[in-house]
């Protein structure tokens, strides 16, 4: 068993699953091999969840990836220091550690050798990057320097906390040409109130400055988001507070969930929890409204030609391939597997809740 359960429970599991040999926490992944090995040699149940405190396992977090793929994940750092009051994150993935530079550019390049176009770098908050590396990098310094690796076309990066979202990383989308125009900026909540009783080190009026700065910087950016529904404490005036932030943003896709208490976390303390039904009812409120949105976010897209990175065929259909906009929406069209890893042009023809439909106007390779 691996993952924050693993890292949370220990060796508690082993007592508890009779059939479970090994107990992998979060830093501990690059050990996997040697941990089967010992397995296997002494017969015994294995727990390993110390914590990587130097980050010397950082790098191995990272076996080479399968390499006929279009696109590529590549872990920057890991860990978070924010100790949001409803998430478990920094106890079971610990304090923010950040790759250095040069390794995360050697992996790009290699990547890019390999035929990979696009690249999304990964972090539980990016925008810490470069916290205690002693290099005088920050984030927006990497996505310049991964801005030039030749053979990447597209860079994407997630996730990012409000509060570190800075004015010289909002101003990477305009002077950086291979970085798509795609944010997914949790806000959690629209309520000053709650957004205190979270923890979270911003109020409304900041976040939306932010998207407001984005917006003028970037006028095509697709903005996407997570969401809480029905944290303690949380009154219908709250949750108003939280459907008039959507109304103001306009998102383009929203990851809604309702409150559920993580065990260790100060706010699965807080005394005054809402009752499920009323949880059930704010959130289906909420996706109905965010449904009609992206819908019509979609609906603007009608009739323009946007670049399409082409990742396969569609499941669809086999006449189809299927890829996505430089603002992450998924367009399928006719094509054939020649296509794939080719930027096209193509005309979108009809938006659907999820996905664009749409025809090439030109392959630009
Ligand atoms: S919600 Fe995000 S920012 Fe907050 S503690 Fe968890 S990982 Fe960190």
Redesign the pocket.
Known sequence: MAGCVAQQEGDQLLDRIPYLDLVIGTHAIPMLPQLLQKIEVSGEKVCETSFDQDGKYLKSVLPEKSLEKVKSYVTVMQG?????S??I??YVRGRERSRPSLEIIEEVGHLAEKGVKEVCLLG??VNGYGKGLGEGINFSGLLERVNKIEGIERIRFT?S?PKDLSEELIQCFSKLEKLCEHIHL?F?SGSDRILKAMH?GYIKGSYLEKIDRLKKVCPTIAITADVIVGFPGEEEEDFRETLDLMEKVQFDDLFSFNYSPRKGTRAARFEDKIEGKVKQERLSVLQAIQREVTLQRNQALEGREEEILVEGLSKQSPQDVTGRTRSNKIVNFEGDLGLVGKLVSVRITKACPHSLRGQVVENHE
Not at 80 to 84: E, K, L, P, Q, V
Request: hydrophobic content about 20%; overall charge neutral.
């Open positions: 978070c220091d924010h100790f949001c409803f998430c994150v920094p539980q908050n996730t906390h949790p959690q979270r």
